[in-house]
């Protein structure tokens, strides 16, 4: 059996395809007026006391938490770093 390892462009793909959900969604719950999680309210504030567009907005506010994110020493990436040290075989936490 291959593993995705062997397949790289598949979650790539299905990462793509999620975001590119993720950012539809919201967008058409503005655009619908229907209402608007938390971070799309704090985007539209942003967006409206600035005058920037709301898609300049999230460009900024993203780009702000990955900057944030140096801090913490760690790179972002497809998938959280437990998932390869389970694999590896080490022991993640206390366990029964």
């Given at each position: 059996?291959?593993?995705?390892?062997?397949?790289?462009?598949?979650p790539a793909?299905?990462m793509?395809?999620?975001?590119?959900?993720?950012?539809?969604?919201?967008?058409?719950?503005v655009?619908a007026d229907?209402?608007a999680?938390?971070?799309?309210?704090?985007?539209?504030?942003i967006?409206r006391?600035?005058?920037?567009s709301l898609?300049?907005?999230v460009?900024?506010?993203?780009?702000?938490?990955?900057f944030?994110?140096?801090p913490?020493?760690q790179?972002?990436g497809?998938?959280?770093?437990?998932h390869?040290?389970a694999?590896?075989?080490e022991?993640?936490?206390?366990?029964?």
């Amino acid at each position: 059996m291959r593993s995705l390892h062997d397949r790289p462009v598949e979650p790539a793909a299905r990462m793509l395809l999620g975001l590119a959900l993720f950012g539809i969604c919201p967008a058409m719950l503005v655009k619908a007026d229907l209402g608007a999680d938390p971070w799309t309210v704090l985007t539209q504030g942003i967006a409206r006391v600035t005058g920037l567009s709301l898609g300049q907005v999230v460009i900024g506010i993203s780009l702000v938490l990955l900057f944030l994110w140096i801090p913490l020493r760690q790179r972002p990436g497809l998938r959280p770093r437990g998932h390869e040290r389970a694999r590896d075989g080490e022991r993640l936490g206390g366990g029964l």
